[in-house]
């Protein structure tokens, strides 16, 4: 599975809006739909907060 993949699947299973996930992240949750359509990756600050507010390590939202 895709990174955009995992973190909407992610996201859902915590039952987070993007704004949710967004507001978690510090970030707008328009961010968050770009991040799962695949349009752009975080870059590295961001995605260790991902990693943080879902619980999961990076290297599973990496590696495919």
Same mark, same amino acid.
């Given at each position: ?21 967004? /507001? *978690? #992240? ?10 799962e359509s ?13 990693? /943080? *507010? #879902? ?10």
């Amino acid at each position: 599975m895709t990174f955009s993949g995992k973190l909407k699947k992610l996201r859902k299973e915590h039952n987070w809006s993007q704004d949710q996930l967004g /507001k *978690a #992240l510090e970030i707008h949750g328009r961010h968050v739909g770009k991040y799962e359509s695949g349009q752009v990756m975080p870059g590295a600050e961001v995605l260790v907060k991902i990693a /943080k *507010a #879902l619980n999961v390590s990076i290297d599973y939202l990496l590696i495919d």
